[in-house]
């Protein structure tokens, strides 16, 4: 199993509210990810970060921040939430195996009214 | 990076191989092949992967001709339950450029 864990699971939000989703992984994991994926779309990626204080602007141009300031620990903001930015958002890390395996969490559903 | 092509959807009934095919004709040489399983409200699984040849593992098998331009997920016998979404994704192991995925194929499996 997986130990990488996001909160909340689903959230709803008024428009101009700041949110922050939470991303914790406990197999000390250099690389983190954040997706962005609508239903039944495809999965895209909006930052990464290959380790503390590295972070990077994925394919698909976000609204949203991140930051690293610990191993485990990489949350993605966003400062003014619009009905734009309802998706789901999952959260995903990578160590040293020899495959590069992506772990992901179970993502955080975002409803912005 | 490697783009990548796959079938947007397939079928298949209960009992049946089920083979999916991913062009990827700019692979590069420390490219390495990998697939995923999405289920509907997760986060893609890890399924397999290669670099050349075929790999096999409890789930599934992957072969990847000798130019490496694309590759085939097997899946034997599938079930019900293997009604998915399937990527595939070409990049580095050590993870120097971070994955993207693509459009995937949507796998419905009949009874």
């Known amino acids: 199993e997986a130990d990488i864990y996001q909160t909340p699971r689903y959230l709803v939000i008024g428009t101009g509210k700041k949110i922050t989703l939470e991303c914790s992984q406990t197999m000390g994991h250099d690389k983190m990810y954040w997706y962005q994926q609508d239903p039944g779309m495809e999965l895209h990626l909006i930052h990464y970060?290959?380790?503390?204080?590295?972070?990077e602007k994925g394919d698909l141009s976000s609204e949203s921040t991140v930051s690293r300031i610990r191993t485990e620990h990489f949350p993605l903001t966003l400062e003014s939430a619009r009905p734009s930015h309802t998706s789901q958002y999952l959260c995903?890390?990578?160590?040293?195996?020899?495959?590069?395996?992506?772990?992901f969490g179970e993502g955080s559903r975002l409803t912005v009214l | 990076l490697a783009k990548t092509t796959q079938p947007i959807s397939m079928d298949s009934y209960e009992g049946q191989e089920v083979n999916i095919t991913c062009s990827h004709n700019?692979?590069?040489?420390?490219?390495?092949i990998t697939w995923y399983q999405q289920f509907p409200s997760q986060g893609p699984r890890f399924i397999i992967q290669g670099y050349k040849t075929k790999v096999t593992n409890e789930v599934a098998s992957l072969f990847i001709p000798a130019d490496r331009k694309s590759s085939t997920l097997s899946l034997p016998r599938v079930s019900l339950s293997d009604t998915a979404v399937y990527y595939c994704l070409v990049g580095d192991r050590a993870g120097r450029r971070a994955l993207t995925f693509g459009s995937g194929t949507r796998l419905q499996v009949q009874p």
């Open positions: 700019n692979i590069a040489t420390n490219d390495y």
């Open positions: 970060s290959y380790g503390v204080n590295s972070t």
């Open positions: 995903a890390s990578s160590g040293r195996s020899n495959t590069g395996e992506l772990f």
